[in-house]
């Protein structure tokens, strides 16, 4: 993204702090939700419907046009069981819906939440309902131990310091299809939860509750929440869906998306106060890869004192920035990655699959192009005795629940994936009496 920096100051940005609409944080750090009323006033609620609905005609009308003779006919909107729309279905006739999501019901608040004033929007779209009567869904967390943290680490860095990340749902119709289990966000799953995961895990949980939204209603809530999506039907649905991060809270988040920094097609139609906003949030979107550039540097320099500061400025709060060198160690896996031999020689749409994900493929090619191989391999010797922690954990917990499944359900063919949305949280622990002091203190020379 192309960035004017004389027309971004940061005295232009709304000062979110003051959001005319208060939210309890204690209740939200309690119970990790919170169900507010009148997101979208009953004045504005006909025009927000009619914006999502023009997003849905464009959307339904390209998977028609896409769609292969013969193949899912329709394509993929009228055969999913829960479609949705993005950033990509979004005109100038339906850019409003931008505004919403950086107003002071829904940015403000969120930035009250994560408690930083430049809070950003991460993605912004819609739930709509399918033509299937699909069934049951999973229950799940979005978040990965494996790709970002272990998940006890994350939570305890989120009740330390604040969240780096929380979701919305925004009901335009009456919407009882999400349910939550609160208080899962400071909690790993129990043990009894974590045999039904394995055994059943698209049947409701022992305390999940239905987040019962009236039109205008909407629930927030940190995504280490372990939430359902309950039964995907027919009955028409319309819910906007929608992500924020903080920049200059105590946290580093463990989510490193901005999905419109590419877009630059969808950044043309957004309103004047809006696109000052966005490319503020993408000014701190590039400032955050330079400071982890520099974290590196003083890793690869071998400057321990000097990576203690830049550590210190990706993650302010004393406590939890152990997670923030896991996270740093997942991304410095890709950026090593890329710089393997056979890895190099592909194009970056060949190599997209191979790193995509959090952070996303375009944020690790632009770090991994700031340093040589011989750099690289300086820094994967730094993460060795962390990645060999980690991974030695996540099998020790893999193969007992493995076990574990195979004495639960002797009859199965396949063993339990870990990878799939319900058990990729099952190892979360961080590594036993190893912090950042340790960490140091592994470096190879």
Request: some cysteine.
């Amino acid at each position: 993204m192309n960035i004017n920096r004389e027309n971004i100051e940061k005295n232009t940005i709304k000062q979110l702090e003051d959001s005319e609409m208060e939210v309890d944080l204690q209740k939200f750090r309690d119970e990790g939700y919170l169900i507010l009323e009148n997101v979208v006033p009953p004045e504005k609620l006909q025009d927000l419907r009619l914006t999502v609905e023009l997003m849905v005609d464009r959307e339904k009308a390209r998977s028609v046009a896409e769609c292969k003779d013969g193949v899912r006919r329709g394509g993929d909107w009228y055969q999913s069981a829960q479609p949705r729309i993005g950033l990509d279905s979004i005109t100038a006739e339906t850019a409003d819906i931008i505004d919403f999501c950086l107003g002071e019901t829904t940015l403000g608040v969120s930035a009250q939440l994560l408690q930083d004033p430049e809070t950003a929007l991460i993605h912004c779209g819609a739930l709509c309902s399918g033509l299937i009567d699909y069934g049951y869904t999973d229950w799940h967390r979005d978040a990965s131990s494996a790709e970002q943290a272990p998940l006890s680490g994350m939570q305890a860095d989120l009740m330390a310091n604040a969240p780096g990340y929380v979701q919305w749902n925004v009901a335009l119709y009456d919407d009882d299809v999400f349910w939550i289990l609160p208080q899962s966000h400071k909690q790993p799953s129990t043990e009894v939860q974590r045999r039904q995961l394995l055994l059943d895990p698209r049947s409701p949980l022992q305390g999940g509750v239905p987040a019962k939204l009236r039109a205008g209603n909407a629930i927030v809530y940190p995504n280490l929440m372990m939430h359902w999506g309950s039964k995907y039907t027919s009955r028409f649905r319309r819910t906007i869906h929608m992500g924020y991060r903080s920049f200059n809270a105590e946290i580093f988040p463990y989510l490193h998306q901005l999905d419109w920094y590419h877009q630059d097609e969808f950044m043309r139609y957004v309103s004047a106060d809006a696109r000052v906003c966005l490319m503020r949030s993408a000014e701190l979107y590039n400032r955050e890869r330079d400071q982890i550039e520099r974290t590196y540097r003083a890793m690869v320099a071998g400057d321990k004192s000097t990576f203690l500061s830049d550590l210190a400025q990706l993650h302010p709060g004393e406590l939890g920035r152990m997670v923030s060198v896991v996270l740093l160690c997942r991304i410095a896996n890709k950026v090593v990655k890329l710089h393997q031999p056979e890895i190099a020689k592909l194009s970056v749409e060949e190599r997209r699959p191979i790193i995509d994900g959090s952070p996303p493929a375009y944020y690790t090619e632009d770090l991994a192009a700031r340093f040589t191989v011989a750099e690289a391999g300086v820094l994967a010797q730094r993460f060795a005795v962390l990645n060999n922690r980690l991974r030695e954990d996540e099998d020790r917990v893999h193969q007992h629940y493995s076990a574990l499944y195979a004495e639960l359900k002797p009859d199965a063919q396949t063993p339990p994936n870990f990878e799939s949305r319900p058990l990729r949280t099952f190892n979360s622990e961080m590594p036993n009496g190893f912090g950042v002091d340790e960490f140091i203190a592994s470096w190879k020379e």
